[in-house]
């Protein structure tokens, strides 16, 4: 696997963030998204642009359980309402973003072409930064262990639930999977 890997944990998805050889930037409701942003422009600045974005946060759902209404991303969230504020990432980002949260790609019904619409708003994070995204379209399961801080496991997504779309640099769906192996 080519690429530094830089995980954004929101941490409103409980649980131990993972560890290992990755770059860890943890974000929560009160972190501007502009921080963010810049955070991650800095690292791919310190590794050029090879680096794979791996989101993981709670994706909003209605209650009937569809989503596609965004994620919970920092204080003002990732909506089709916030996207265009990663525009800064354009061009620095040459191995792509994975989204762990809750059907993110889902379209809620009538709601194609507006919010609710989890397919368009991961074609433009895609077309905005110029990379590739995948994103579920399904309720995602994850597991972790924390006990009182002294033996943890970290965030463990497993195998996908649902579909997983993938979304070119231009924003077009190039790739649908039925719950693939992560």
Known sequence: MA??????????????????????V?????????????QINN???????????????????????????????????LTLNTVNQLAPWSGNLSFGIT??????????????????DGRLLCSRIARITGTEVRAADATQNYRYFNLLGIITSPIDFGRW????????ARGALVETQHAPEQ
């Open 43 to 77: 690292i791919a600045f310190q590794y050029g642009d090879d680096i794979r974005v791996r989101i993981m946060c709670h994706g909003y759902e209605d209650d009937s359980g569809r989503g596609g209404y965004g994620i919970q991303l920092c204080r003002e969230n």
């Open 3 to 24: 690429g530094r890997i830089v995980v954004i944990h929101d941490t409103r998805l409980a649980g131990p963030s993972p560890n290992g050889e990755l770059t860890l």
């Open 99 to 116: 989204i762990y949260s809750c059907a993110t790609a889902d379209v809620a019904p009538g709601c194609e072409g507006i919010i609710g």
């Open 161 to 168: 639930e649902g579909n997983v779309l993938e979304w070119d």
């Open 26 to 38: 943890r974000v929560n409701a009160q972190t501007p998204l502009s921080q963010l942003v810049q």
